[in-house]
């Protein structure tokens, strides 16, 4: 009888410890999706203090985007930049435009932030679009130099000619935001993703993630490759991201050259960067596709990045210095 | 001298009472661990989020029936595995080109409605997209 | 003393033996990768029984240190851990009296210890936690070959248990 009751209480005992394990094993991940810089943003967090993490990205990136990058918002710093021509900044944004400049100097202008009048001319996915005359497309585009930005201390100067425009590097900053805050909790993984701009990261650096890398010619969310990384940003430009298309059927998309003053044209459909930084990612993809494969080389070597490039006769080809592991999954596009 | 061998004559047995219980104890960890793994394939479920609030979800993989459901100012059609933006009042339709969505891992999202749809499920879909 | 000090250096030899052929066993094909089967396992589980906890930690000890001399500090490091756990844990149920428990479940215990120590300083060195994924997959090996563990111990103990009463009996003789 005895035996048979401290039976019973072993397998209670053991049954509670298992139900213990599984119970604090489980895994505290939160999700959260939202709008922001227009675009969606899903904040995908898993360790401790994880719905209040995400409250406050989600809070930073709607602030970065009203009180530093926005030009559409005039109580932004960019937009006091651009219609006062010359003002004090926050240390932020001072930070972000020098790293830009600094940026368009490498790369020769190709990215350049005092593009705004051309985009603004242009108005890609916006009402009523038309292609702009010529002579005005010339006039906008003579405005544009980052020559002549001058940035002492916080305060950002633009000659009178320039108009600021963030729109290249704007999702990277929010990840880079993002990054600041998560350091600083106690997350221990996290997936951030504004408008397919992501960051992936967690706090010992060994997890490895799965990206999916969009399929140019399909819907907005299928992904015809899959890339294996560590800790890092990603960012993607593509032509058919935003795109206009005119009386004659012809498209335009949102990627304007600042040597022609119209969208690029070349043989790349979309490049995805690999960098260590959120702005950096996503300038890099638009310099890289504006630059086509050999001249975007140097330019990734530079940045300690890499990139994949998927060509419009459906090759897809991998920077020098890339090293993940990459699964392309539709047959249509071929690795060289 | 003190007796170090005082077990020796005494003859255990290969099997008692507890040992069944220990074997059908880790059996039971290894079944019960395995049983996420089981569950998680395959079924993959439509998270609609309005305004970063979720208001719907739907399991894609059990569902056969059609049917539409109103989001916001969004139409959100249902049919059998799929599902997808059926009507937006938004000017560039950039939901509705996203097309049907049935793939763990796709979303379509309205900015301008802010209404999403995004699926979940399968363990293999990636971390995020990037586009 | 000095018999009982020679029979566990015996022992020491026996186990590193019994290892090292192990080791020779392709396993692959039936085990998942990681897991050993772990038959020294019954050296440990006599030592504790009949010659005491110091003797069987010495055992696992030299052991360990034949692991360090021969495949680097990591394996060391591990069939320290596990063994010092797995020791540990069969003296405990060889110890506990009237617990209805046979040589299978001490053996699948103690294997299933000695997988967990491992495991646990797998996490450690590695730095990843993703691999206590592993655990189920370890344990439900370490329950098969403490089994087969256990069966044989049962075969091999009166046996085994005979040799060392003629040895001990020299030993209360002299």
Same mark, same amino acid.
């Given at each position: ?29 939160? !999700? ?13 967090? &898993?360790?401790?203090?994880? !719905? ?6 989600? +809070? ?19 937009? #006091? ?24 100097? &490498? ?9 705004? !009048? ?52 704007? #999702? ?10 998560? #350091?600083?909790?106690?997350?221990? @993984? ?27 010619? @399909? ?30 059927? @012809? ?45 975007? !080389? ?13 060509? @419009? ?17 539709? +047959? ?5 | ?131 | ?7 566990? %250096?015996?022992?020491? %030899?026996?186990?590193? %033996? ?10 692959? %094909? ?67 009296? =009237? ?73 209360? =003789?002299?």
């Amino acid at each position: 009888m005895k035996s048979k009751k401290r039976f019973i209480s072993a397998a209670a005992a053991l049954l509670a410890t298992l139900a213990i394990v599984i119970v604090v094993g489980k895994d505290t991940d939160y !999700e959260k999706t939202s709008y922001a810089m227009a675009a969606m943003t899903d904040i995908k967090l &898993s360790g401790s203090g994880c !719905e209040k993490t995400a409250e406050e990205i989600n +809070d930073r990136i709607v602030e970065c985007e009203n009180r530093e990058i926005s030009r559409n918002i005039a109580s932004s710093d960019v937009s #006091k930049i651009n219609s006062e021509k010359s003002c004090a900044v926050s240390e932020k944004t001072a930070g972000y435009i020098r790293q830009l400049k600094d940026f368009s100097v &490498s790369c020769n202008g190709a990215v350049d932030i005092t593009i705004g !009048e051309l985009t603004r001319l242009w108005n890609i996915g916006g009402d009523d679009f038309r292609v702009p005359d010529a002579q005005a497309i010339e006039e906008a585009l003579s405005g544009v130099g980052y020559e002549n930005i001058a940035i002492e201390g916080n305060t950002v100067t633009i000659g009178d000619e320039q108009t600021l425009d963030l729109g290249c590097a704007g #999702k990277g900053i929010a990840c880079d935001e993002a990054l600041g805050i998560i #350091k600083s909790s106690g997350v221990k @993984k996290a997936v951030v993703s504004v408008g397919g701009s992501v960051l992936l990261w967690s706090r010992n650096g060994k997890k490895e993630f799965t990206v999916g890398i969009r399929d140019p010619q @399909k819907g907005a969310s299928d992904y015809c490759m899959t890339v294996r990384t560590g800790n890092t940003f990603v960012s993607t430009s593509g032509t058919y991201e935003r795109f206009s298309v005119d009386k004659n059927g @012809k498209e335009y998309h949102h990627i304007i050259s600042t040597e022609t003053g119209y969208p690029v044209e070349n043989d790349v459909l979309s490049v995805t960067v690999f960098c260590e930084n959120g702005l950096l990612s996503d300038s890099l993809s638009s310099a890289c596709l504006i630059l086509g494969y050999e001249q975007s !080389e140097d330019l990734l070597n530079r940045y300690d990045a890499c990139a994949v490039f998927v060509f @419009k006769d459906n090759t897809v080809m991998t920077s020098s210095g890339f090293s993940y592991e990459l699964n392309v999954k539709d +047959d249509r596009y071929i690795l060289k | 001298m003190k007796n170090y061998f005082a077990r020796t004559t005494q003859e255990r047995k290969l099997l008692g009472r507890v040992d069944v219980l220990i074997i059908i104890l880790i059996a039971a960890i290894c079944v019960g661990s395995c049983v996420p793994l089981f569950l998680k394939k395959g079924d993959v479920t439509a998270k609609i989020i309005y305004d970063g609030e979720t208001v719907e979800e739907i399991n894609l993989s059990q569902n056969e029936k059609k049917f539409t459901l109103e989001v916001g100012r969004c139409d959100i059609a249902v049919e059998g595995h799929e599902i997808f933006f059926a009507n937006s009042p938004c000017p560039d339709k950039v939901c509705m080109n996203a097309g049907r969505l049935r793939k763990s891992g796709e979303f379509a999202s309205c900015v301008p409605e802010k209404v999403a749809i995004i699926l979940k499920g399968d363990r293999k879909s990636p971390d995020a997209i990037t586009y | 003393m000095a018999r009982k000090t020679a029979l566990a %250096a015996m022992m020491c %030899a026996l186990a590193i %033996a019994i290892s090292f052929l192990e080791g020779l066993i392709p396993t692959s %094909a039936f085990l998942p990768p990681g897991a050993k089967l772990g038959f020294s396992n019954i050296v440990t589980m006599f030592c504790v029984d009949t010659l005491t906890l110091p003797y069987a930690l010495c055992v696992t000890l030299f052991k360990a240190l034949f692991a360090l001399m021969t495949r680097g500090a990591t394996a060391g490091v591990m069939s320290f851990c596990g063994g010092m756990l797995s020791t540990f844990v069969t003296y405990g149920l060889f110890k506990l009296k =009237n617990l209805d428990i046979g040589y299978i479940g001490i053996a699948v215990c103690s294997a299933v210890a000695h997988n967990a120590a491992q495991l646990a300083v797998s996490v450690v060195i590695s730095g990843t936690p993703a691999i206590v994924i592993y655990a189920p997959v370890l344990f439900a090996s370490s329950a098969v070959t403490g089994i087969l563990t256990g069966i044989l111990l049962k075969i091999v103990m009166p046996v085994l248990k005979k040799q060392n009463r003629i040895i001990t009996k020299g030993v209360e =003789n002299l």
